[in-house]
């Protein structure tokens, strides 16, 4: 069973910052494209910022400007920093890796964080 194990999160302050972090296992990591999304109450779950296969770096229109992902490939983790949250930012994110092989999608999610963005 493939681990996607974040941390970070928690509660923040409207205009703030904070970092989630998604470990995953070398196999997965090396070849699935890894991103980050997220579910706020009622909504459905949602793309923040992915790495596509093809190394470009797709973000959502609402976290362009604020949120950078980032990776590091000898520690086998993706990041996501987030800045200038607001409260509409509230939500539990996931990591994410997919990959399509022979037209079959292949997808595994972190457990999630909370991050709540509140005075």
């Known amino acids: 069973q493939v681990q996607l194990v974040e941390s970070g999160g928690g509660l923040v302050q409207p205009g703030g910052s904070l970092g989630l972090s998604c470990a995953a296992p070398?196999?997965?990591?090396?070849?699935?494209?890894m991103g980050w999304y997220r579910q706020a109450p009622g909504k459905q779950r949602e793309l923040v910022a992915v790495?596509?296969?093809?190394?470009?770096?797709n973000y959502a229109d609402s976290v362009k400007g604020r949120f950078t992902i980032s990776r590091d490939n000898a520690k086998n983790t993706v990041y996501l920093q987030m800045n200038s949250l607001k409260s509409e930012d509230t939500a539990v994110y996931y990591c994410?890796?997919?990959?399509?092989?022979?037209?079959?999608?292949?997808?595994?999610w972190g457990q999630g964080t909370q991050v709540t963005v509140s005075s």
């Open positions: 070398r196999s997965i990591f090396s070849v699935y494209a």
């Open positions: 790495f596509t296969s093809g190394g470009n770096i």
């Open positions: 994410n890796a997919r990959r399509i092989t022979f037209g079959t999608l292949n997808n595994y």
